[in-house]
T-cell receptor, first 113, second 113 residues
Framework: DQQVKQNSPSLSVQEGRISILNCDYTNSMFDYFLWYKKYPAEGPTFLISISSIKDKNEDGRFTVFLNKSAKHLSLHIVPSQPGDSAVYFC???FGGGYQKVTFGTGTKLQVIP | DAGITQSPRHKVTETGTPVTLRCHQTENHRYMYWYRQDPGHGLRLIHYSYGVKDTDKGEVSDGYSVSRSKTEDFLLTLESATSSQTSVYFCAIYPGGNTGELFFGEGSRLTVL
């Protein structure tokens, strides 16, 4: 059973507009949620994270919102740029020595110039 | 650059043959992981290692074995490859910290005919 769900496999957005990527989770016992970005033929790269005790984290054009009551996570990209076109994975992590990181299925974002 | 090298980057093999993928890191991190990426499934953990000769199973470990005889190398072996193991394989390291951020290699694309 998928613990981290990204229900939208793809999203198209006009350049300059806002991109909103969503993620739902079932297990409330996590330490952090993370977003990774993946370009074709490359490995995923870390984008932004949010602690379980926060409800918002911002880094430049990227903001992640955490709604614990709804078990919902979203990534906002404003303004969207063509270079943002990639697959985005949300992931939850559990702390301790070994980091158990569980990924969602990914959302492919296309930013149209 | 997290200093992770995967080899081979591309491989085509036939059903029933053994295959070994290698992950090499240059920074002596304790934790190393093997994930596979498949459409509709995102990234799924195959095996992980928490030190030399210390390994454990992930969520999709059937048909795979791993070995870690040196800190810098983590090998993934398919004893008898099947078509269902056609995938892109990513190695990752966890350098420490609270967020659970993993650093990924560039991937190894395996095709089993």
């Amino acid at each position: 059973d998928q613990q981290v769900k990204q229900n939208s496999p793809s999203l198209s957005v006009q350049e300059g507009r806002i991109s909103i990527l969503n993620c739902d989770y079932t297990n409330s016992m996590f330490d952090y949620f993370l977003w990774y970005k993946k370009y074709p033929a490359e490995g995923p790269t870390f984008l932004i994270s949010i602690s379980s005790i926060k409800d918002k984290n911002e880094d430049g054009r990227f903001t992640v919102f955490l709604n614990k009551s709804a078990k919902h996570l979203s990534l906002h990209i404003v303004p969207s740029q063509p270079g943002d076109s990639a697959v985005y994975f949300c992931a939850e992590s559990f702390g301790g020595g070994y980091q158990k990181v569980t990924f969602g299925t990914g959302t492919k974002l296309q930013v149209i110039p | 650059d997290a200093g992770i090298t995967q080899s081979p980057r591309h491989k085509v093999t036939e059903t029933g043959t053994p295959v070994t993928l290698r992950c090499h890191q240059t920074e002596n991190h304790r934790y190393m992981y093997w994930y596979r990426q498949d459409p509709g499934h995102g990234l799924r953990l195959i095996h992980y290692s928490y030190g030399v000769k210390d390994t454990d199973k992930g969520e999709v470990s059937d048909g795979y074995s791993v070995s870690r005889s040196k800190t810098e190398d983590f090998l993934l072996t398919l004893e008898s490859a099947t078509s269902s193991q056609t995938s892109v394989y990513f190695c990752a390291i966890y350098p420490g910290g609270n967020t659970g951020e993993l650093f990924f290699g560039e991937g190894s694309r395996l095709t089993v005919l």
